[in-house]
C-alpha cells in the first residue's frame, strides 16, 4: 500500500472532543479515492458507489500529522475496489480502515462504462 497523501491536524478539523472530525477525514478518503481512481482509470468522470464499514480505530490529535493510504483491490468490468488505510506518520499507530471502497468508471453519458484495465499500472511506464 502505498501512503501518498499527508495531512496536518488543524483546529477547523477538530470536533468539540478536541479530535479530529470523522467527516473531515471521510472527506480527505473520498478525495484520495477519486484521485487514485482517475490517474488508474485514465478517466475523470469516476464516481464513488460503495464505502463498506468504516473502524475509526484511534484518534488524531490537533498538530498530528497522518498518512492515507489507498491499495487496489480488485478491478472489475466498470468498476475498480480499493482499500483503504491511515495511520500517524511519526507513530504509525492506526488511525482508520476500510476494507472495500468501490468507485464506477462513467462514460460521456454518465452511465456505468468498461474501463478496460486489470491492474495497477504505474505513470512512469505509461510515458516510455
Ligand atoms: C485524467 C485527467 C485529469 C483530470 C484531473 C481532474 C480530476 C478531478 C477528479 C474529480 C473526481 C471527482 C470524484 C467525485 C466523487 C464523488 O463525489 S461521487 C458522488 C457520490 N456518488 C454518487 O453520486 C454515485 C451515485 N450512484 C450512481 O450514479 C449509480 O449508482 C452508478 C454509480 C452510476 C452505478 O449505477 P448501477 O446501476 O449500480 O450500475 P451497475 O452497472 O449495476 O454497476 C456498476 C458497477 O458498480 C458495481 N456495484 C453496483 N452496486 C454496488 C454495490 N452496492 N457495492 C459494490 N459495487 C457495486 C457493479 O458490480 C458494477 O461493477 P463491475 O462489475 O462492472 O465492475
Avoid at 492506526?94 to 478496460?116: Q, R, Y
Amino acid at each position: 500500500m502505498n501512503f501518498h497523501t499527508r495531512k496536518w491536524v488543524k483546529p477547523e478539523d477538530l470536533n468539540p472532543n478536541g479530535t479530529l472530525f470523522g467527516g473531515s477525514l471521510l472527506a480527505w478518503i473520498d478525495e484520495e479515492a477519486a484521485l487514485y481512481t482517475v490517474v488508474q482509470l485514465e478517466n475523470k468522470h469516476i464516481v464513488t458507489k460503495f464505502i463498506s464499514e468504516i473502524n475509526f480505530i484511534s484518534a488524531p490529535r490537533q498538530g498530528d500529522i497522518i498518512e492515507i493510504g489507498i491499495e487496489a483491490v480488485e478491478f472489475g468490468r466498470t468498476s475498480l475496489t480499493l482499500r483503504c488505510e491511515v495511520r500517524n506518520k511519526i507513530t504509525r499507530e492506526n488511525i482508520l480502515s476500510i476494507d472495500k471502497i468501490t468507485m464506477v468508471n462513467l462514460g460521456e453519458d454518465g452511465k456505468p462504462a468498461p474501463h478496460g484495465k486489470t491492474k495497477i499500472e504505474f505513470v512512469r511506464d505509461r510515458l516510455q
